[in-house]
């Protein structure tokens, strides 16, 4: 048995698992973000509800960037695991082994164990929520680049700045990450939003975009045949380099299936690869995937 943790910047979730999807919840408490011991303590009391044996490991999915070399965490909405070593330090408090990656490493772990990507080999779990982000499982293993930043398709220039559906010039738009034209600024939520607004001169909320589309309207298809173009030009580099069998989209927008569908065959069309059936699909997890994934991480890894 292990205690799997979901974590992030308000609400800490945590369950025992005796496989990567054999979970049962131990429910909620809120994060301490400013006092490493109150967190530590938070994350104690959780193992102690579970009834763990003493010692036995922990697994976290926690939000922000894990750098698997030395250990680091960069979580800036939680300051007191910021820049520490959260695997040695909590593990150091808890006499426990301590598993820790980000949440879109364990939402593509989750995908490949238990949902979307079950029997496949190569896995790349594509976030499309409020940013992108994403996930590799390769072999039933988390692939860990330097920096803890494999996966990433979000980020670096890569958007176009003219496209043919429908004609037009596409500005880059700064990014959060210090760069201007990452995917990350058009291929969310918030993207979709900015893209309809540079385009007709709207403030609309992403959900009421999509189901403007999937109602007919002409403005919201004028967006969304430009997101697609846009989105599907990195993702099907991304495809080319890394080679998945299967891509789970999750986040809010992959609960929108017919743009996830519109996606898949857009990719399929602009890769190497004929792959006669859908490629990019939505993910099957939309609950606890942080925890089936943390679940996933320690199992994979053989400590439990």
């Known amino acids: 048995m292990i ?13 025992t698992a005796t496989g990567p999807d054999a979970l049962v919840p131990l429910g909620r408490v809120p994060t301490p973000r400013d006092n490493f011991e109150a967190f530590a303590a938070a994350v104690a009391n959780l193992i102690e509800k579970g009834g763990a044996p003493t010692g036995s490991p922990i697994s976290i999915s926690v939000t922000g960037v894990v750098d698997p070399e030395t250990g680091l965490v960069t979580v800036a909405n939680i300051p007191c695991i910021d820049g520490h070593n959260l695997a040695g330090d909590l593990g150091a408090r ?6 820790v990656a980000n949440d879109a490493d364990c939402f593509a772990l989750a995908e490949a164990f238990a949902g979307a990507g079950r029997g496949h080999r190569v896995v790349f779990g594509a976030i499309l929520g409020t940013g992108v982000g994403g996930g590799i499982v390769a072999d039933g293993r988390l692939f860990r680049g330097g920096g803890g930043l494999s996966g990433e398709w979000g980020h670096g220039t890569a958007v176009a700045t003219g496209v043919s559906v429908p004609p037009f010039d596409m500005p880059h738009l700064p990014c959060g990450c210090g760069l201007e034209g990452c995917v990350d600024t058009v291929g969310g939520a918030r993207g979709i939003e900015k893209l309809h607004k540079h385009l007709h001169g709207t403030d609309l909320p992403s959900t009421d975009i999509v ?5 007919g309207g002409a403005q919201a298809a004028q967006t969304l045949d430009l997101y697609v173009e846009l989105v599907s030009l990195p993702l099907a580099l991304t495809v080319n380099i890394v080679g998945p069998d299967i891509i789970p989209v999750g986040g809010g927008l992959g609960n929108a299936h017919g743009l996830v569908s519109r996606l898949d065959v857009a990719v399929r069309r602009r890769i190497l690869r004929n792959i006669d059936r859908p490629l990019v699909v939505p993910a099957q997890l939309t609950v606890d995937a942080g925890l089936i994934g943390a679940a996933s991480l320690a199992f994979s890894e053989g400590v439990a």
């Open 3 to 15: 205690t799997c943790f979901d974590i992030g910047g308000t609400t800490i979730k945590a369950a």
């Open 94 to 99: 808890l006499g426990c082994q301590v598993l």
């Open 211 to 215: 189901a403007q589309w999937e109602d």
